[in-house]
């Protein structure tokens, strides 16, 4: 079956730095692969999401990019803000309705 | 923007007994699933349920789950004797057909 790998499992960044999230997968299947962000005791909650027929997908200060070929896609987040603070979840999956699979987070922390 | 609910947010138990979580999903979505994150760690899949029957199930989803749509609204999961190790964080989603999988707020079980 699918395995996400995620790493790091902590990131510190200055307010206005960027930050990277990196995640692997395993299963050559795997065309979907959505971003969530839980912030401490709330439910996950969709940031961005990419499918498979596209490298690079932007939203404001987010983007997701993706290479296939080497079964690995990221995160980036410019001009980080203290509301950025959270856990990042990476995540893994055939098509949007079936099982995610998800990386262990990363707990992104930006300091004013 | 309509959202998944969950009830109730908090349930706690005696080690043995019944407990039955409860989620709205959003009404027109057709797949469900429920997933469950243990205390620090990564959300994990138990089910998914599509077309009034489970469409797929992980190994943690043993014979001491159920899950249940009795009306057009509600989506169960029952856990029939639950152990000290049933204690988690557990998430209910929901999506339409290849799309994004929203999440609920989230039922915190603890098992005494």
């Known amino acids: 079956g699918e395995n996400v790998e995620q790493h790091p499992s902590t990131l510190s960044v200055q307010e206005g730095d960027s930050a990277v999230i990196k995640c692997t997968y395993s299963?050559?299947?795997?065309?979907?692969f959505p971003w969530y962000k839980q912030e401490l005791g709330k439910r996950p909650q969709l940031i961005i999401d990419?499918?498979?027929?596209?490298g690079e997908k932007k939203d404001q200060r987010i983007a997701v990019t993706l290479n296939k070929t080497a079964k690995h896609f990221s995160l980036h987040i410019t001009e980080t803000q203290p509301e950025d603070s959270a856990v990042y979840f990476c995540?893994?999956?055939?098509?949007?309705?079936?099982?995610?699979?998800f990386g262990k987070g990363t707990r992104l922390s930006v300091i004013a | 923007e309509p959202e998944v609910t969950q009830t109730p947010s908090h349930q706690v138990t005696q080690m043995g007994q019944e407990v039955i979580l409860r989620c709205v999903p959003i009404?027109?979505?057709?797949?469900f699933y429920w997933y469950r994150q243990i205390l620090g760690q990564k959300v994990e899949f138990l089910v998914s349920?599509?077309?009034?029957?489970?469409?797929?199930k992980s190994e943690i989803f043993d014979d001491q789950f159920s899950v249940e749509r009795p009306d057009g609204s509600n989506f169960t999961l029952k856990i029939r004797s639950t152990k000290l190790e049933d204690s988690a964080m557990y998430f209910c989603?929901?999506?339409?057909?290849?799309?994004?999988?929203?999440f609920g707020p989230g039922t915190r079980l603890t098992v005494l």
């Open positions: 995540a893994a999956t055939y098509s949007g309705n079936t099982p995610l699979v």
């Open positions: 990419i499918r498979s027929n596209v």
């Open positions: 989603a929901s999506s339409l057909q290849t799309d994004q999988q929203y």
């Open positions: 299963d050559s299947a795997s065309n979907y």
């Open positions: 009404s027109n979505h057709l797949y």
């Open positions: 349920f599509y077309n009034n029957e489970i469409s797929e």
